[in-house]
Each structure stands twice: as C-alpha cells, then as structure tokens.
C-alpha cells in the first residue's frame, strides 16, 4: 500500500515563495517519475512541473524560471519549490507520482496526493 501526504499550501502575497512538498510512504522500490498540477477554479487542469527517472525537468511556460521540482530520495518526497509567485497562481496543486512497488514491476502505477490550496494575494 502506497500513501502519498501534500503539504505546504497556503496563502502568501506576490512575489513569495512557497515550498509543497509529496512524501509517499509505504511499500516503495522506486519513484520512478513525478508530476505536478494545478487547477484554478473554473479551468482545466494544467501540467506545470514534471521530473523524469532520470532527473529531468519540464516545466509549463507560465512558471519557466520560477518553479522546480526537486527530490529527496532518502524521504520519497518530491517537492515544488514556488518563486516569484503571481495571484494567477492561485489554484489546487496535486502531485502524482510513478511508483514501483516491488523491482520488476512494469509499468510503475500512478498515485495521486490529496491536493493543496495555494492562493497568492495582497
């Protein structure tokens, strides 16, 4: 069994930075990859971070050169680490993870976090 606990949402004013992080815990081999979104109230869900296995990243246009998506592998925690945060970044922030369970299991399974508010505002 797989459990993943999101935290470090909240409010905070422009031009602040907030850290979320993804902790799984749970019968892991391996995190073999990590997304995260956002969804703001009336839009479709947006891709904004992605980290492959082999530690590269992606990010949306909208955060390039503000956010990053860094890892511990000794805490199975994948973090967002938010920058120069704008009130358009106000959304739900769920990450997902690709996760092995045990050496030889193909593909990895997808698991989703429970979702942080994080609203940027004056």
């Known amino acids: 069994q797989v459990q993943l606990v999101e935290s470090g949402g909240g409010s905070v004013q422009p031009g602040g930075s907030l850290r979320l992080s993804c902790a799984a815990s749970?019968?892991?081999?391996?995190?073999?990859?990590a997304r995260w979104y956002r969804q703001a109230p009336g839009k479709q869900r947006e891709l904004v971070a992605t980290?492959?296995?082999?530690?590269?990243?992606d990010y949306a246009d909208s955060v390039k050169g503000r956010f990053t998506i860094p890892r511990d592998n000794t805490q199975n925690t994948v973090y967002l680490q938010m920058n120069s945060l704008k009130p358009e970044d106000t959304a739900v922030y769920s990450c997902?993870?690709?996760?092995?369970?045990?050496?030889?299991?193909?593909?990895?399974?997808?698991?989703w976090g429970q979702g942080t508010q994080v609203t940027v505002s004056l």
């Open positions: 997902n993870l690709a996760i092995r369970t045990a050496w030889n299991q193909r593909p990895p399974y997808d698991y």
């Open positions: 980290l492959t296995s082999g530690g590269s990243t």
């Open positions: 749970g019968s892991i081999f391996s995190i073999d990859g």
